[in-house]
């Protein structure tokens, strides 16, 4: 059974950081490209991150490219988003997703001062 279970979420001020993680279990991790998606209230899901299953690739998101970096450790079966200089836009519920199939519960990040 494929699981995909985020956490490292919580509440910061603006201008912190958080770094999410992703454990992965059910099917080989690194063949697969992940991604990190977000969804704040009211909005739709969006792709904030993705990178392929060596780590060699990584894309972002505009508004989060050069704050938030994508990285993966295929021997622990992890997924990570480190996130600096958070802004209270990016407030969402933060998800991990297994390229285009699979999706995690769910971690809320909220950036309040």
């Known amino acids: 059974e494929v699981q995909l279970v985020e956490s490292g979420g919580g509440l910061v001020h603006p201008g912190g950081s958080l770094r999410l993680s992703c454990a992965a279990s059910?099917?080989?991790?690194?063949?697969?490209?992940m991604k990190w998606y977000r969804q704040a209230p009211g909005k739709q899901r969006e792709l904030v991150a993705e990178?392929?299953?060596?780590?060699?690739?990584?894309s972002y998101e505009a508004s989060v490219r050069g704050r938030f970096t994508i990285s993966r450790d295929n021997a622990k079966n992890t997924l990570y988003l480190q996130m600096n200089n958070l802004k209270p836009e990016d407030t969402a519920v933060y998800y991990c997703?297994?390229?285009?199939?699979?999706w995690g519960q769910g971690t809320q990040v909220t950036v309040s001062s």
């Open positions: 059910g099917f080989t991790f690194s063949t697969y490209g």
């Open positions: 990178i392929s299953n060596d780590g060699g690739s990584t």
């Open positions: 997703r297994r390229w285009s199939d699979y």
